[in-house]
C-alpha cells in the first residue's frame, strides 16, 4: 500500500509580483469580485492570500473592529448605470401623471392640466409647448 507522504508530488508556492498583487486588491476593493472569485479566476491556491494581500497592500482600515463590507463600494459604471435608472424611471413617471391628468380632463372636461401649467415657472412652459 502506497502511502500519501510518499507520492512524489508536492503542492507548488508560487511567487506572485507586487504588481499582480496590487491588480488583484485594487479588483477586490473596487467591488469587481470577492476574495473568492479573485482566487478561482487567477489560480490562487491558499485560502487566505488574498486577504493577506489586502490586510498589506489595500487601502482598508483592517485594524477597526467592523470593517464595511467590500461589495457596498460602486465603481463608476455601477453608479452611472443605477442613476440613469432612476432618470428613466422618474421620467416614465412624470409621463405617466402628465397622461393620466390629460385623460382626466378629457373625461371630467376640467382644465387642470392647464391650472398646473400656469404655476410652473415661464420656462418650463416654453419647454412643454
Not at 488583484?24 to 489560480?43: F, M, P, W
Not at 477597526?64 to 443605477?82: A, G, H
Not at 416614465?92 to 392647464?114: C, N
Request: a positive charge; glycine letters at 4%.
Amino acid at each position: 500500500m502506497e502511502s500519501c507522504s510518499n507520492t512524489g508530488r508536492k503542492r507548488t508556492q508560487r511567487d506572485y509580483t507586487l504588481a499582480f498583487k496590487l491588480s488583484v486588491v485594487d479588483q477586490v476593493e473596487k467591488g469587481e469580485l470577492t476574495y473568492k472569485q479573485a482566487q478561482k479566476r487567477y489560480g490562487i491556491q491558499g485560502r487566505s492570500t488574498v486577504l493577506v494581500w489586502l490586510r498589506k497592500h489595500g487601502t482598508l482600515d483592517w485594524t477597526s473592529q467592523r470593517v464595511k463590507p467590500l461589495m457596498n463600494k460602486e465603481t463608476p459604471e455601477q453608479k452611472i448605470k443605477r442613476l440613469e435608472k432612476a432618470l428613466k424611471d422618474k421620467e416614465d413617471y412624470i409621463y405617466l401623471m402628465d397622461e393620466t391628468i390629460k385623460r382626466v380632463d378629457q373625461i371630467k372636461g376640467t382644465s387642470f392640466r392647464k391650472k398646473f401649467l400656469e404655476l410652473l415657472p415661464e420656462k418650463l412652459k416654453q419647454e412643454d409647448e
